[in-house]
């Protein structure tokens, strides 16, 4: 399986014949993201996380199917029987891939602003994209998704979220908001804390691809 890291939380994931998009949003270069891909994964309805407008041209152009927390799935409801809810817990019939739903709600911003659903998907017991939570999968993960950076966290949160985890490697993403200072800076920590867990941290550029 090939994982392609787009801008922000978007990756793409490339097995066989199958091809499977997580988050594409509106900081992504969603038409190259969802060319030609048969599936999508969101994980809530916060517009960095799903580009609806993108969604919808790519299923007028092909057979895209979509899974999404309720939310997200009423926002898509003009694709009908294409578009499959998903809740916690859920085991996912995704073309070529087994996916498990994790989780359930979006981190905490602030008090005075409403928490909204966020499904993460563990993939293949291999890979973990959590959305905008940092929720910990009750089995194993080998790849971690690692939110690297958002209004709702702070860097000692990040480093505890990956050494909760233990995976053997970890990624960035929902790095869209910092500069590149930012993204070195925060990335040195996560990566020395988690090296004495024996993670490896490696960062992604766009467009960088991973054999998992």
């Known amino acids: 399986m090939r994982l392609t890291k ?23 270069p969603t038409r190259d993201a969802l060319a030609g891909a048969g599936s999508v994964l969101i994980t809530h309805e916060h517009p960095d996380h799903v580009d609806v407008d993108a969604v919808r041209a790519a299923a007028a152009e092909s057979d895209l199917r979509v899974w999404a927390p309720a939310p997200v799935a009423a926002m898509l409801a003009d694709l ?3 578009v499959t809810t998903v809740t916690p817990g859920d085991r996912l019939e995704v073309p070529g891939f087994a996916v498990t739903a994790v989780g359930g709600q979006h981190a905490l911003i602030h008090p005075r602003i409403p928490v909204v659903a966020n499904v993460g998907y563990l993939i293949g017991d291999t890979l973990y994209h959590p959305g905008d939570s940092f929720v910990v999968p009750t089995t194993p993960v080998d790849v971690l998704l690692v939110p690297l950076h958002a209004p709702w966290s702070k860097t000692a949160e990040v480093v505890d979220f990956v050494t909760a985890v233990r995976p053997r490697s970890a990624h960035q993403i929902h790095d869209g908001l910092l500069n590149e200072r930012g993204v070195s800076g925060t990335e040195a920590h996560v990566a020395r804390f988690a090296g004495e867990f024996d993670v490896t941290y490696r960062h992604l550029a766009e467009g960088d691809q991973v054999e998992l």
């Open 6 to 28: 787009f801008a922000h939380s978007c990756v793409r994931l490339e097995d066989g014949p199958n091809t499977l998009v997580l988050d594409p949003g509106v900081f992504s």
């Open 80 to 82: 009908g029987d294409r």
